[in-house]
């Protein structure tokens, strides 16, 4: 679990962050990570939360399908 882990630091730091990860989510592992920076985000395989809905992402942050209230996500 992540909360910001990019959310001070400089982009040479931001990219071994990322990359961390990445590497992480290839051998199986699972990574909860939050984030404010679009860039970031854009990044992850991601699920979004958006104005208090929760969409599926596509690679790249575009956020797919998303529904309100007690609605399934998809």
Not at 44 to 55: D, Y
């Amino acid at each position: 679990l992540s909360d910001e882990p990019t959310g001070n630091v400089d982009s040479v730091t931001t990219e071994s962050i990322l990359q961390l990860l990445h590497q992480l989510n290839d051998a199986g592992n699972t990574s909860i990570m939050v984030t404010h920076e679009d860039d970031v985000a854009h990044r992850a395989k991601a699920m979004a939360v958006e104005k208090g809905a929760v969409g599926k992402c596509e690679a790249g942050g575009r956020l797919l399908r998303r529904r309100h209230g007690d609605s399934p996500i998809w």
